[in-house]
Antibody, heavy 118, light 108 residues
């Protein structure tokens, strides 16, 4: 079974750094792009960016370029999303997704809730 | 970025109803469109890709159609488990891939 399993919920203060993870299993991790999608409380879905674990080629949405960093460690089949200085507006659920074909998403990770509050 | 607009944003229906959700792209996207279902507190789930191809394991009461700028998701006979929020997503042009704002389907 193809699965993406994400790290657990985080509670952070503004200005702190954070790195969340997404571990793939049941398929060749280096052969598919992995992306990240944000869902703010009560809102819709926003695509943030993708990485190809095979060569670490990374693309970002213009809305998130410079705000986050996407990385991957193919040796442990894990992708990451990190912030160097969190803001309250980063409070959201973050999903990792496997990109299929030209770019639909399946499966989705279970989500990581990030709460940023002083 | 390509803008995706769904209609309606929310509506109520009854079990057994046939319902249609519309998704419109701000420019032509051929058939590069996917549909997802999200239930409260859960991750979205892929229903349809390439505008009309049903993902494996998805019930046949779900169907998709359209190409270019106008697309529809139809549920032929609503079941209780279908009450959820539905999103369309274009993958014709990126970055960024873009989603519709969502359509919340509620029980009447």
């Amino acid at each position: 079974e193809v699965q993406l399993v994400q790290s657990g919920a985080e509670v952070k203060k503004p200005g702190e750094s954070l790195k969340i993870s997404c571990k793939g299993s049941g398929y060749s991790f280096t052969s598919y792009w992995i992306g990240w999608v944000r869902q703010m409380p009560g809102k819709g879905l926003e695509w943030m960016g993708i990485i190809y674990p095979g060569d670490s080629d990374t693309r970002y949405s213009p809305s998130f370029q410079g705000q986050v960093t996407i990385s991957a460690d193919k040796s442990i089949s894990t992708a990451y999303l990190q912030w160097s200085s969190l803001k309250a507006s980063d409070t959201a659920m973050y999903y990792c997704v496997r990109h299929i074909g030209r770019g639909w998403f399946d499966p989705w990770g279970q989500g990581t809730l990030v709460t940023v509050s002083s | 970025a390509i803008r995706m607009t769904q209609s309606p944003s929310s509506f109520s229906a009854s079990t057994g109803d046939r319902v249609t959700i519309t998704c419109r792209a701000s420019q032509g996207i051929s058939s590069y469109l996917a549909w997802y279902q999200q239930k409260p507190g859960k991750a979205p789930k892929l229903l349809i890709y390439a505008a009309s191809t049903l993902q494996s394991g998805v019930p046949s009461r779900f169907s998709g159609s359209g190409s270019g700028t106008d697309f529809t998701l139809t549920i032929s006979c609503l079941q209780s488990e279908d009450f959820a929020t539905y999103y369309c997503q274009q993958y014709y042009s990126y970055p960024p891939y873009t989603f519709g704002q969502g359509t919340k389907l509620e029980i009447k």
